[in-house]
């Protein structure tokens, strides 16, 4: 009986063998790594949850961020700003979504208010809010109040604005560019302004204002996405092995034969 099986075990069935043992290998190796990605990304989400708890920044240590070096520490840290809106300046970033619907993030620079002794005239991009569109005139801007004086808001550190893509640069590399744009560069905004731009963005939180709604979604680093991949990743590992063991094993040798 068992010389009769040796001898059914030709090419092909060694051929399926290990083609199959590939692929269960590939598939767990896949599956674990997506695992160790998802580890990677709580570890993150814990340390930023972390700097989010911790006190507000001083402004003065927010003026200082020259680079993205000295930026990453500082991300989701909460900070209190104060200073003045630069009147005329606000940008409208077009196709930005909140509670379902398409409207604008506007953007205003703010003029921080430092205290005496330090380095003057630093200007920080804030993301205020979002509004929702005019579908009839779709070049029609909103009604956004931008008070003149001393302001306070809060806020969290963030980096560029979050950017979208488009078929072609957007408007906005000179003197008189539209006011609704696709994405925002924060180098050419400040050579198109002459602001002394920080290279960062600051993220308004608190009730909204001025026409504005601040209901800014928590920050997710895709956690439950590295699980499903690793789901499939290992059913599919699942699958290989059964389909190999019933119809290279069960089939061949425990069916009767006639």
């Known amino acids: 009986m068992n010389t009769d099986r040796r001898a059914r075990l030709g090419w092909r069935f060694w051929l399926i063998t290990l083609a199959a043992l590939a692929a269960v290998v590939l598939t767990a190796s896949l599956g674990r790594w997506q695992l160790s990605r998802a580890a990677q990304k709580l570890a993150l989400q814990a340390a930023l949850d972390e ?45 930005r979504q909140m509670y379902g619907r398409p409207g604008f993030f506007v953007f205003t620079p703010l003029r921080l208010a430092l205290p005496a002794g330090a380095e003057p005239g630093a200007v920080v991009l804030v993301q205020r809010g979002w509004v929702l569109r005019d579908f009839l005139q779709r070049t029609r801007l909103p009604e956004v109040a931008t008070p003149a004086g001393d302001v306070q808001l809060q806020g969290r550190v963030a980096g560029a604005p979050s950017r979208l893509y488009e ?20 180098a050419a905004f400040a050579a198109e302004t002459g602001l002394p731009l920080l290279p960062l963005s600051v993220v308004q939180t608190g009730a909204g204002s001025g026409g504005l709604s601040r209901d800014w979604p928590a920050v997710d680093n895709g956690v439950d ?25 069960v089939r061949r040798f425990a069916r009767p034969r006639p």
């Open 225 to 249: 996405k590295h699980y499903g991949y690793a789901f499939q990743w290992f059913g599919l590992c699942a699958l290989v092995a059964i389909l190999y063991v019933w119809f290279q094993l």
């Open 167 to 186: 078929f072609q640069p957007s408007a906005g590399t000179g003197p008189g560019s539209s006011r609704i744009r696709q994405n925002l560069d924060l």
């Open 51 to 95: 700097r989010a708890a911790q006190p507000p920044l001083a402004m003065q240590s927010l003026a200082e961020v020259r680079d993205d070096r000295a930026l990453q520490p500082l991300l989701h840290r909460q900070v209190q700003l104060r200073g003045q809106w630069v009147q005329g300046a606000s940008v409208f970033l077009d196709n």
